[in-house]
């Protein structure tokens, strides 16, 4: 029979939150398992996008193709450029000097639609509208890249775009690629979905071509769920000790307990 003094007040709360514990460590351990699975699906995704042969994108948009599920496939797009709404992409680092991306709306070929192209990137000190005259491509250009989804809100942390003051028509800089909001400064539909110009042998002049795929791994998910697993085990399995340990140094303060448990 259990003594009496683990019915106490003291001892039921004690237990209680020992459990909530328990049970809280394994949610955890749960969730990292869940980014592992998440991380898994993302990678796989990625890496069927990366060894799929090239897309022709002129020919992808006459056959209306999937193209928001085909994030960072290589593709091959013409046409040409609209610098009239062109816009920048704040807060991009080259070599520890801080500058803009960018993003300006290719006409294709062909078509009546547009889509956004990060050129790459620029210096800080060059990126007003009269500067950025200099770095603009004329006549038909054919762009090599990779496709990339926008983002609806900024990353954790992040700040999101300002609305339009009173009077504003249009943002130059954003925070975010966020189409949704481009597109109503763009003449023309936007696809929805962009391209990021790839690095051009030869090329070594302004903007400066930047294409960072992501990492491949699957992070540190399962030590994570590992761990917090081992302290859910560690705190289930010992608070049953713990409380034995503790009632039994609690009745030999207590002889006349201790007298009684025995009676």
């Given at each position: 029979m259990k003594p009496a003094g683990f019915w106490s007040v003291r001892w039921t709360l004690t237990t209680l939150l020992a459990i909530a514990g328990v049970a809280v460590l394994a949610r955890l351990g749960i969730w990292q398992l869940d980014r592992l699975a998440e991380r898994r699906a993302f990678n796989q995704r990625v890496l069927s996008q990366l060894q799929a042969s090239p897309l022709d994108l002129n020919a992808a948009v006459n056959q209306a193709a999937?193209?928001?599920?085909?994030?960072?496939?290589?593709?091959?797009?013409?046409?040409?450029?609209?610098?009239?709404?062109?816009?920048?992409?704040?807060?991009?680092?080259?070599?520890?000097?801080?500058?803009?991306?960018v993003l300006t709306p290719l006409r294709i070929a062909n078509s009546d639609q547009m889509v956004l192209v990060d050129r790459g990137w620029i210096p800080f000190d060059q990126s007003a509208p009269d500067q950025r005259v200099q770095f603009q491509e004329l006549g038909r250009v054919v762009v090599q890249g990779v496709i990339r989804r926008p983002q609806s809100k900024p990353d954790f942390g992040g700040i999101p775009d300002p609305a339009l003051a009173e009077g504003e028509t249009r943002l130059d800089a954003w925070n975010i690629v966020n189409l949704d909001r481009i597109q109503?400064?763009?003449?023309?539909?936007?696809?929805?979905?962009?391209?990021?110009?790839?690095?051009?042998?030869?090329?070594?002049?302004?903007?400066?071509?930047?294409?960072?795929?992501?990492?491949?791994?699957?992070?540190?998910?399962?030590?994570?769920a590992l761990q917090w697993f081992t302290f859910a085990g560690i705190l289930a399995l010992g608070y049953p000790f713990f409380v034995r340990?503790?009632?039994?140094?609690?009745?030999?303060?207590?002889?006349?307990?201790?007298?009684?448990?025995?009676?």
């Open positions: 999937d193209l928001f599920n085909m994030e960072y496939r290589s593709v091959t797009v013409s046409g040409e450029y609209d610098f009239s709404q062109e816009v920048l992409l704040r807060n991009q680092v080259l070599d520890g000097q801080l500058g803009f991306h109503h400064q763009v003449s023309a539909p936007l696809l929805d979905v962009y391209i990021v110009q790839s690095p051009e042998p030869g090329w070594s002049g302004l903007p400066a071509r930047q294409l960072v795929l992501p990492e491949i791994t699957e992070g540190p998910h399962m030590g994570y340990r503790q009632l039994r140094q609690s009745a030999s303060r207590d002889p006349q307990a201790a007298a009684a448990r025995v009676g």
